[in-house]
């Protein structure tokens, strides 16, 4: 018997409203509202994000360290050129470093990592 289920991944950011609708723009996932400091927004199948203010954020600055990623998400798409044009449109920024052709690196409007990537 598990000691707990239904993982929750909860994203730091400046402002969890905006995070949640990005998100929920691009996964088509319900927002939850549970107040002004946190966010979340689940798939029917179950999944979720969550998104909690931090009044002190600083924002990831990958891939250098000076202020470390911790985690990113990578997002599974059909074709890279559509999914961009879609996120781009969703106010994400298409990160400068582009380690691979597979993949393309975004920041959320939070400036999280975000990989497109194909399946």
Same mark, same amino acid.
């Given at each position: 018997m598990a000691i707990a289920r239904f993982p929750v991944v909860v994203l730091d950011c400046p402002d969890p409203k905006t995070l949640a609708e990005f998100y929920s723009a691009l996964l088509e996932w319900k927002i939850e509202r549970n &107040? &002004? &400091?946190?966010?979340?927004v689940r798939a029917e199948y179950g999944d979720s994000l969550a998104f909690q203010k931090v009044?002190?954020?600083r924002a990831p600055q990958w891939p250098g360290q000076d202020v470390p990623q911790q985690m990113?998400? &990578?997002v599974v798409v059909d074709d890279l050129d559509t999914a961009e044009a879609a996120v781009l449109e969703l106010g994400a920024t298409k990160?400068?470093?582009?380690?691979g052709t597979?993949?393309?690196v975004f920041l959320d409007p939070a400036g999280h990592p975000l990989c497109l990537c194909l399946d």
């Open positions: &107040d &002004d &400091d946190w966010w979340s009044e002190s954020y990113h998400l &990578d990160h400068e470093n582009q380690p597979t993949f393309r």
